[in-house]
T-cell receptor
Framework: RKEVEQDPGPFNVPEGATVAFNCTYSNSASQSFFWYRQDCRKEPKLLMSVYSSGNEDGRFTAQLNRASQYISLLIRDSKLSDSATYLCVVNAGGTSYGKLTFGQGTILTVHP | NAGVTQTPKFQVLKTGQSMTLQCAQDMNHNSMYWYRQDPGMGLRLIYYSASEGTTDKGEVPNGYNVSRLNKREFSLRLESAAPSQTSVYFC?????????????FGQGTRLTVV
């Protein structure tokens, strides 16, 4: 089983739609969680961290369920500029402290 | 504001040749990483260095070696390049403390092995 798994999509949605991405992780000792965004042929950049109580940043909401080892990202009122690949990232704990593992990414295309 | 600098940006190698990818960060980060990215595969961890003086294998270490030269620099070496190592390579670094700290990436090295 992969350490971090995402639905690769692709997701094609119209402007204004709400879209949700899911991610699961296998290491129960994982300590912190992130969503990164990657534009075509560019380096990944942090979109948001994911906190235990859930957190929101404008149109973006991230949720964490430690019991189910599950992370989600919700994008409301999608914009054309949201088109990108969204990467789920997990920071390991324990003996693998500091190890950052990426999911394979979910491709989102927002169309007019 | 240099951040994370990778060199070279592009490289073409012949099978069997060797090369070293260089990475340097100027943010005083303890942790540094090397990833490769292939189409549809996301970023796969090759090696990481949680702190100066330590290195650990990631998901796909075979065919690579690393050196954490000092706190700033983390190099990746291909001793005998193979076509399967054709990929985009990203170096990243991360702050010394705290769990929810952002990783910063270099712009990538596009490597083709023919």
């Amino acid at each position: 089983r992969k350490e971090v798994e995402q639905d690769p999509g692709p997701f094609n949605v119209p402007e204004g739609a709400t879209v949700a991405f899911n991610c699961t992780y296998s290491n129960s000792a994982s300590q912190s969680f992130f969503w990164y965004r990657q534009d075509c042929r560019k380096e990944p950049k942090l979109l948001m961290s994911v906190y235990s109580s859930g957190n929101e940043d404008g149109r973006f909401t991230a949720q964490l369920n430690r019991a189910s080892q599950y992370i989600s990202l919700l994008i409301r009122d999608s914009k054309l500029s949201d088109s990108a690949t969204y990467l789920c990232v997990v920071n390991a704990g324990g003996t693998s402290y500091g190890k950052l593992t990426f999911g394979q990414g979910t491709i989102l295309t927002v169309h007019p | 504001n240099a951040g994370v600098t990778q060199t070279p940006k592009f490289q073409v190698l012949k099978t069997g040749q060797s090369m070293t990818l260089q990475c340097a960060q100027d943010m005083n980060h303890n942790s540094m990483y090397w990833y490769r990215q292939d189409p549809g595969m996301g970023l796969r961890l090759i090696y990481y260095s949680a702190s100066e003086g330590t290195t650990d294998k990631g998901e796909v270490p075979n065919g690579y070696n690393v050196s954490r030269l000092n706190k700033r620099e983390f190099s990746l070496r291909l001793e005998s390049a193979a076509p399967s190592q054709t990929s985009v390579y990203f170096c990243a670094s991360r702050a010394p403390r705290g769990e929810n700290t952002e990783a910063f990436f270099g712009q990538g090295t596009r490597l083709t092995v023919v």
